[in-house]
């Protein structure tokens, strides 16, 4: 199982590093930039990290993290996903009307040596620098790819499907999921962590959805009722390596890719993990 990796000082007690944030709204439609993480991932609170925008529509924000992590990037009414490690240091541009469709990040050209480390708390190269915005990138496309497109998702409409049809809908956006992941990982460099993090993305959704379908479909479809599932439709679970996936659960990097409920789809239930995790 992967986990965040930490650095620790005296005590045991884990040393945060900096994820900095720099960049520029065109046309601003509200006056700051929010960035939105968990300090404590078994408490539904959220920490907020928040900047004002200069004149120009600039903005610095450093983000304390211990580890590589997921966060959520908040202007007004938008969100968009962030992966953040300590060291990351990203120039991030989007327009104030449309943000989800115009979010870009590039690696900062930050100079290496003293005033990095002290900047960062860490001296990272060029290439991990672009990895960073590289994951951050692949984030932003594959929410509007798979995430914003109603035909890769359970509702509103899937969820009128009776078995069979939902488990072929299921199996065909895991598969253009898992391509969508490999050829941007072909093509563009990812850290480790980021990979098994995008790819637990795919396996945790896949998992809960199919878990989720019978009650889900029940609440939506309420002209019909209960499905009556094949004796062996949640034989899935006891399927090698599903519960201990080799992965981390991408809310929490819990042990159990289903054991985790964040609603990073429309059709999860809750806003945060579950004290399972």
């Given at each position: ?33 929010v ?11 959220e ?14 924000l450093a983000?304390?993290?211990s ?24 120039d991030?541009?989007?327009r ?31 290439e991990?620098r ?18 914003e ?10 969820i009128?499907?009776?078995?069979a ?37 795919v ?8 878990l989720?379908?019978q ?39 819990c ?23």
């Open positions: 199982m992967t986990t965040p990796l930490l650095s620790y000082g005296q005590a045991g007690k884990p040393v945060a590093g900096l994820a900095v944030l720099t960049g520029r709204v065109n046309g601003a439609t509200t006056d700051s930039v960035v939105s993480l968990r300090e404590n991932l078994l408490e539904p609170a920490k907020l990290f928040r900047t004002r925008l200069s004149s120009k529509g600039e903005f610095r983000v304390p993290v580890g590589p992590t997921k966060a959520d990037l908040v202007y007004g009414d938008d969100v968009a996903p962030l992966f953040l490690d300590p060291g990351t240091d990203m991030v541009r989007f104030g009307s449309d943000m989800a469709g115009t979010l870009k990040f590039k690696a900062n050209d930050v100079p290496t040596g003293l005033a990095t480390k002290l900047r960062n708390g860490a001296n990272l190269t060029d991990q672009q990895q960073a915005a590289n994951a951050n990138n692949y984030l932003v496309e594959a929410d509007a790819q798979f995430v497109n109603d035909d890769f998702q359970v509702l509103p409409d899937n009128q499907l009776y078995e049809p939902f488990l072929s809908f299921l199996e065909y956006r895991r598969k253009h999921e898992f391509e969508f992941l490999e050829d941007h990982a072909a093509r563009q460099s990812f850290t480790q962590d980021f990979y098994n993090y995008a790819h637990a993305e396996v945790y959704a896949y998992a809960n959805d199919k989720t379908f009650d889900l479909r029940e609440q939506v479809v309420n002209t019909e009722g209960r499905l009556k599932m094949a004796p062996d439709y949640y034989s899935f679970l006891r399927e090698p390596g599903l519960l201990n996936e080799p992965r981390s659960c991408p809310a929490c990097s042990t159990s890719a289903v054991a985790c409920a964040r609603p990073w789809r429309r059709s999860m239930p809750y806003r945060t993990c579950q004290p399972t995790c």
